[in-house]
């Protein structure tokens, strides 16, 4: 009998088969390449129990619409025998369930710019046509206007912040008739809230992007890669498939300036870690057997390590925290010091006793809730 860590790698690697293996023919229709053909033999084996299990780790990957998607193509093809009508069935629910979260989106966004500023969706489009179980912004609006904006336009209630969310600025909301929380960054990103100056660039570069009937501001690609290093590799120390997927297809499609990049992310101090997590993404997709990313060799080189030290926890795959995740700290803490960057450093040196004081937590309590 698999253990918990063993199904959630066989889940993993399963489902990176099935979605790098698109990206990687995008345009070129259905290709079944011999490790696809394995991937989808095996899967015609599967008992209903584990297809069950599949689709909920895939909703906790935040690609479960396009699995389904993925799966109905197959099937159309002829390379998979499922119940198509089930799976249509399960495409239009979870297509209905989006859309009301967009529309939801697109109320508060009109509501928050009557503060005189307009929002910015960040991470949340990222996974589009899959969204995630909370809807993020950032805005530049002070905390009293975009708490009171809210509370009387949306009859919105405001969540309990953790420690780490007073440092970072962050407020959760939950508005009534929509299950994903509202979570706002106000001013600062960063888990400690040290970027202070990354929103301004933030806002300087967005763009309109658009999904479903709605259009939203959203971060150039540059920056989706920027705030996804800040999230996975200085504050969570794991990566989620849609990560890998999100990397895969900018690198893919050829949108992402990568000189650029390097040149902004060495501003926030975060470089060798934007480098190390697309060097992750692309072994990755080796280990999928859909071939490296063609990375540039300046991010190989500024990597700090790849695929090779992650590992597979019970539900994501994990970033060691020591020494990986406590080196990248430190040399982004070095790079604050370099740019006398003195209130970045005064937040970024609550980090440890923050991260220490959670792990505490959560072995007394089961949970880090309240800290982190």
Do not use: C
Not at 47 to 58: N, R, V
Not at 158 to 173: E, I, T, Y
Not at 223 to 249: G, K, P, S
Request: hydrophobic share 45%; aromatic share 8%; no cysteine.
């Amino acid at each position: 009998m698999k253990s918990e860590r063993e199904r959630a790698q066989w889940m993993f690697e399963l489902l990176a088969v099935l979605h790098l293996h698109e990206l990687r023919a995008a345009g070129e229709g259905n290709v079944l390449t011999p490790r696809l053909e394995r991937t989808l033999a095996g899967m015609q084996r599967m008992p209903a129990e584990d297809w069950e299990q599949l689709l909920k780790f895939a909703e906790l990957q935040r690609v479960r619409l396009r699995t389904l998607h993925v799966l109905s193509r197959w099937v159309s093809a002829g390379a998979l025998r499922l119940n198509l009508d089930r799976l249509d069935h399960m495409i239009l629910e979870e297509e209905r369930r989006n859309r009301h979260a967009l529309a939801a989106l697109q109320r508060v966004i009109v509501t928050l710019e009557q503060t005189g500023h307009t929002p910015i969706v960040i991470k949340t489009l990222d996974h589009w046509p899959d969204i995630g179980s909370d809807l993020d912004l950032f805005t530049s609006a002070s905390e009293q206007a975009t708490v009171a904006a809210l509370r009387d336009e949306l009859h919105a209630e405001v969540q309990p912040q953790s420690w780490g969310d007073r440092l970072a600025h962050k407020w959760n909301f939950r508005i009534p008739d929509l299950p994903q929380l509202v979570e706002i960054h106000i001013g600062r990103l960063g888990q400690t809230g040290e970027q202070h100056a990354l929103p301004e660039h933030l806002e300087q570069t967005s763009m309109i992007r658009e999904a479903g009937p709605f259009e939203f501001r959203v971060p150039a690609p540059e920056e989706q890669v920027t705030l996804a290093t800040l999230q996975r590799m200085y504050r969570h120390f794991y990566i989620r498939l849609t990560d890998v997927l999100n990397l895969t297809r900018l690198v893919r499609e050829g949108r992402l300036d990568f000189v650029r990049l390097r040149n902004s992310a060495n501003r926030w101090s975060i470089w060798p870690g934007a480098a190390t997590l697309l060097r992750i993404a692309s072994d990755a997709n080796e280990r999928a057997g859909a071939g490296a990313l063609p990375l540039p060799q300046f991010v190989i080189r500024d990597a700090r390590f790849g695929a090779n030290v992650t590992f597979m926890g019970e539900q994501f795959l994990r970033v060691p925290m020591m020494p990986q995740g406590f080196q990248l700290f430190l040399q982004q803490m070095a790079g604050a010091g370099a740019t006398f960057d003195i209130p970045a450093l005064a937040r970024l040196s609550l980090f440890p006793a923050l991260a220490a004081a959670a792990f505490v937590n959560l072995r007394m309590t089961g949970s880090d809730k309240g800290i982190w």
